[in-house]
């Protein structure tokens, strides 16, 4: 019995030396690294011929047993190329050769976000759109969110100084691109060139930007593009958390951040933000501007009295759940900015530069002080195959220019002490916006059907001495229906069909003071109408249709269709000197709608190295609305100012966007985004000229370099070269602008700090002080150059009470 069990006991172990020899001969094993050899934990290696897959451990290891017959190996991880090797069968039983991982192309991710969603909408809409995300902003950050965005091809800013500008999109600009906020239209007074953006770019998560008409999803002002910001994902369950952002510039001494506070249970949530930043006068590489002929000196290159401040709050809170979503936003912007002063009224000698020169951060006269607020609603709900949802929305936009008062023209030498405005209260702008949006979405077969409806009425108040555009009341509606046809998996179409109908009411204004007229030879004193009460009803049926053809690396899109946009109470109302421009501007009640036909062409090829987007349009406009200058004079309101009035021309437009990417190696990659724009008027008083604000053909040249750092993450370095060609194809009084050589430098990281990630981001703009003129600067007019070398240090700090599980 006892050799018996003493023979078993031998043959067990026997049968086990056997077994454990032949699954260690039919094993594979290996390890997994980066280039430089750090272990890359959970990658996935695949055996491509029986698809089992095991994940590498915390040294990078991983190991197959019972392994009969194998070909080749694939290996993945997120955010490395895939590779694959072969393995023979000699080589069944022992250990590979360690298997290291390149990084992905990323210069793409960095600008535009990657992911599903970016790519769906790109693949989904046939218009030439750009999706960029909150990390490309805190990347490229300027003085103001448009001006972050122009590294976009196609994207350029009117500049009203360093901390304020408003969008330039192929060219146009003012009421001819609409920026929607959370779904609804941003509504301030856009139509001057002094007057920004009122948007706070730290509380941007999203931004799509649409080039070409978009009336069909937005109606009127449409009709050059749309800057779409879109509302921040919501905050993950249970959590409770934010950030902390802190930017300071050279340039300008800027000194700012912004806190962020979120938190949510199950259904609930709140996203709120402040932000507060305070600059001072900031400097050119130059010391002394033309200002009409005049030599105006500046003191330390600083611009006097273009100092500012802004402090702003946001807030979002709503219920969630799968079928149903109620969100109100909540927001205030305030900025308070000087105005150059020795470019403001029509005395540029009589500024007292000891005064302005004595501290570059005080805010003098003139100034303007512009406070926006906003609140909205935005629910939805799910009945069946439908998708409902309705906007509701108000906003104010409280926008006061200060001067000292100089009388102009037969205004008295002396300010009445029983006038109803301030005596330093040149201009005062009070508009009131409610609107209202209701959509359907839903699916029919192969259609996705969106139809929806908007009102949208405007209330515009005016004050101050001085005197450009009457008050005015504006009502706007329209009615759109969008169908996307899914015909095959890689053909897709779209078509839309929209009528929109406006009125507009302008109100009569009156001259405060008398002024000489002469009636059959004798001269007597009047009170002068500036504008008399009319209204003016408009109407347009607009149409878009487009193709989508999506076959693997290729991407191919077709647009045409037609945009529409109302004449605005300053192209119909104004009478008086624009102070900023040195001139009279004269209104035109009876222009008609301006109207547009447009053709987009996109073609795009991804490779795993190198990809290309190509981007041309066709635009002509019967009848576009453009400031004409007159040969006559003004006589009453300044010291003989040359007169411009509104008119409309036919015009053509058309150019190009490319974008080109390469990566020579796994971290340095090179890019080149070229843009190109000719418009010319077809008729009227400037036929053959081109239009105003026209921007030049540039070239931007970038390369990447992607250092993999011990301790740091998605480490970049870019060296910017952007090359702007002359131009020489202008309209009165604009001037022409030499060719610019312009480098940018640009470097991050991310850094861990406990358990959160610390992000880093430095730019040097202008990086040898470079002496250029922007053909698109409000203060172009001048003979101003752009800003000087400029150091921009920005920190984001995220920190989290709770996480979600």
Known sequence: ??????????????????????????????????????????????????????????????????????????VTFSGYESTKITVSKAQIGTVLPDIKLVPEMKELEEVVIS?????????????????????????????????????????????????SSKPLIRGLSFNQVVVVENGLKH?????????????????????????????????????????????????????????????????????????????????????????????????????????????VPLYKNHLRNTAGQELDFHTSTGYVSDKFKSIFHISNVNSKSGFFANAHGLEPRNVDNELHDSSNRDILMPYQQVNHFKISNTTSFKIHNHK??????????????????????????????????????????????????????????????????????????I???????????????????????????????????????????????TDWFPSEVEIDDQITEQYLDRAENFSRAFSSFNWSIGTNYNPGKLALKTNVGTGFRMPIAKELASNGVNYHYYRYERGNPDLDPERSYQFDFGIEWKEQKWSVELTPFYNYFPNYIYLNPTAEHDLYYGAGNQVFKYEQSEVNRYGTELQLRYQFAYNLTAEVLAEYLYTVQLSGAKEGYTLPF????????????????????????TLDYRYTAEQNRIVPPEKMTPASHVFNLVAGTKFKVGKEDINLSLQVQNLFNTRYLNHTSFYRLIELPETGRNFIVSVKIPFSISKSN
């Open 115 to 163: 992911g599903s969603y970016a790519d769906k909408r790109k693949k989904e809409e046939s218009l030439n759109l750009e999706i960029v995300s909150q990390s490309y902003i805190q990347r490229n950050l300027g003085g103001s969110l448009m001006q972050s965005l122009q590294r976009i091809p196609g994207v350029k800013t009117i500049s009203i100084g360093s901390g």
């Open 694 to 717: 026209s921007p030049p053909a540039s070239v931007l040249t970038g390369i990447t370099y992607n250092p993999e750092i011990k301790n740091l993450k998605d480490t970049y370095l």
């Open 187 to 295: 509504e301030g007074q856009q139509w001057g060139a002094d007057h920004g953006l009122e948007i706070d770019q730290y509380n941007v998560s999203r931004v799509e930007i649409i080039k070409g008409p978009s009336s069909f999803m937005f109606g009127s002002d449409a009709i050059g593009g749309a800057v779409n910001i879109l509302p921040a994902p919501l905050p993950k369950l249970h959590a409770f958390g934010g950030n902390i952002d802190f930017t300071g510039k050279s340039n300008n001494a800027q000194i700012g951040g912004s806190f962020n506070l979120y938190g949510r249970n199950h259904n609930w949530f709140f996203d709120s933000r402040i932000t507060a930043m305070d600059y001072a006068d900031y400097r050119v590489p130059t010391d002394k501007v033309q200002v009409y002929n005049f030599t």
């Open 463 to 509: 004050g101050g001495w001085g005197f450009l555009i009457p008050a005015f009341n504006q009502f706007n509606t329209g009615l759109f229906v969008h169908d996307k046809v899914q015909l095959k998996d890689d053909w897709m179409i779209n078509g839309a069909l929209r009528f929109d109908y406006g009125k507009i009411n302008v109100k009569q204004y």
């Open 1 to 74: 019995m006892q050799l018996t069990y003493k023979f078993q006991l031998l043959l067990f172990f026997l049968f086990g030396f056997v077994t454990l020899t032949n699954a260690q001969n039919n094993t594979i094993s290996g390890k997994v690294t980066t280039y430089d050899g750090t272990p890359l934990a959970a990658a996935i290696v695949t055996i491509t011929n029986s698809g089992k897959s095991v994940l590498t451990n915390s040294n990078g290891l991983y190991f197959f047993e019972n392994v009969t017959e194998i070909k080749s190996i694939k």
């Open 388 to 461: 409902l949802e309705t906007k509701l929305g108000f906003q104010n936009n409280f926008r006061r220019e200060w001067s000292q008062y100089v009388n102009h023209g037969y205004m008295p030498p002396i300010y009445p002490e029983d006038m109803y405005a301030p005596e330093n209260l040149e201009r005062q702008y009070d508009k009131n916006t409610f609107l209202f949006s209701v959509k359907d979405e839903f699916e029919l077969g192969r259609h996705q059907i969106t139809i929806g409806a908007n009102a949208e009425t405007q209330e515009n108040k």
